[in-house]
Structure formats: structure tokens, C-alpha cells
């Protein structure tokens, strides 16, 4: 069986594949997890959220990301924004779940 589910996240969450992905242990992996989601990232609850961790707002939807057992692929070249990429704030429960209204 397969182990990995590649989709591009470009602003559709998949919360029904990402079901059966989680029913059956295959790992979700999310390309275009932060250019796909640009009106997200700028809405009052990321912002919030990343004033909170003193993170960026794409910093805070990665951790998010994460946190849902998702794994977000990035395309970046930049050593800048990879070092970013990994520099995630801890989330607590709540956040997590404030965030996921966001998206289904």
C-alpha cells in the first residue's frame, strides 16, 4: 500500500482525503502549504497567533501544518527561508484548534 499522499494544498484542504490518508496510515504531504494559502496567512488569526510567538506568519502555518500530521514540502532555494522553515514555534492545543477552523 502506498505510504505517501502528495497533493497541492493550493487552498483546498482536502479534510476528506486527508481522512483516509490518516485511516489507513498514509502520510499527507502538502506542497504549496504557504503560496496556497496567501488570504489565510494574512487573516487576524495567523497574525495573532505569530505576534504571540514573535513568528512570521507562514513560520506559524507550517507549525500548524505539522501539528495536523501533515507534511508540508517546500520548494524554496533560499538557505534564508529554509533556515526560517525550521525555526517553527511551538503551538499549543488551543491555537491548533483556533487555526483549524480556518480550514474545515
Known sequence: PPSFSWRQEHGRHDVAVRAVCER???????????????????????????????????????SFVQALGITPLSGTTDPNHMAQDLALPALSAAEVERLQHLIG
Open 24 to 62: 489507513h496510515g498514509v502520510r499527507y504531504q502538502a506542497f504549496w502549504a504557504l503560496t496556497g494559502n496567501r488570504r489565510i496567512l494574512q487573516g487576524r488569526a495567523v497574525r495573532e497567533v505569530a505576534k504571540a510567538h514573535g513568528a512570521s506568519a507562514e513560520q506559524v502555518w507550517l
